[in-house]
């Protein structure tokens, strides 16, 4: 296992077009995030999964944005009707549960998507 | 509402300085701090985790510490090389029940001269 792997790495659209990422995590993480990243900021929080529960999701991550994550395994993250403002680069990263469940782990990333909307 | 302050947002120093980078949070109950490294247009490489409960951590030329009480960590990067040179954030995960987010500051942006 190579670590956590994101495609595309690079996606353009025209403003209005739907685009779907996706995110495949280390294997046995049970735990996935979502975070995008706008030039010169850190990382903004977006959604998170338990195995195939989505239990957390951003203010952020408004009625155009969709998370899934059927079987546990990889993610996609789907943006509707895409807007200038969703350029950014969305980065995927997982983590292992840890003894204390309630804690958190070291959490890996991935590359990320570079998101260009025109 | 947790809040993550990285100073200096840039810094750039000779090959070979040791050089030490901050950051702050404002809410105490966290239950580690994580330090990554980003280079341009890349995602993010885990460097070091602290676990609340510890003061600090070592690897490599990389030294983090943290002091949960006062709200801050350092990572101390020692004979810097131009290798060195990225994006360092710093993320805290806050105890609150029921979220496992990683809140980040803004990073440092460090280059190191040859």
């Known amino acids: 296992d190579t670590g956590v792997s994101q495609d595309p790495r690079h996606k353009i659209t025209k403003r209005g077009q739907n685009v779907t990422f996706r995110c495949d995590p280390i294997s046995e993480h049970n735990r996935l995030y979502w975070y995008r990243q706008t030039l010169g900021q850190g990382p903004e929080f977006l959604t998170y999964?338990?195995?195939?529960?989505?239990?957390?999701k951003s203010r952020l991550l408004s009625d155009r944005f969709s998370a899934e994550r059927p079987k546990g395994s990889f993610s996609t993250l789907e943006i509707q009707r895409t807007e200038q403002g969703d350029s950014a680069m969305y980065l995927c990263?997982?983590?292992?549960?840890?003894?204390?469940?309630?804690?958190?782990?070291?959490?890996?990333f991935g590359q990320g998507t570079r998101l260009t909307v025109v | 509402k947790q809040e993550v302050t990285q100073i200096p947002a840039a810094l750039s120093v000779p090959e070979g300085e040791n050089l030490v980078l901050n950051c702050s949070f404002t809410d105490s109950a966290i239950y580690n701090l994580q330090w990554f490294r980003q280079d341009p247009g890349k995602g993010l490489t885990s460097l070091l985790l602290i676990q609340s409960s510890q003061r600090e951590q070592t690897s490599g030329r990389l030294n983090a510490s943290l002091d949960k009480s006062s709200g801050r960590s350092t990572l101390y990067i020692a004979a810097s090389q131009p290798g060195d040179s990225a994006t360092y954030l710093c993320?805290?995960?806050?105890?609150?029940?029921?979220?496992?987010?990683?809140?980040f500051g803004t990073g440092t942006r460090l280059k190191v001269l040859a």
């Open positions: 993320a805290v995960s806050p105890t609150t029940s029921g979220t496992y987010k990683y809140i």
């Open positions: 999964f338990q195995n195939e529960a989505q239990l957390e």
């Open positions: 990263a997982s983590s292992p549960e840890g003894f204390d469940h309630r804690m958190n782990t070291e959490a890996f």
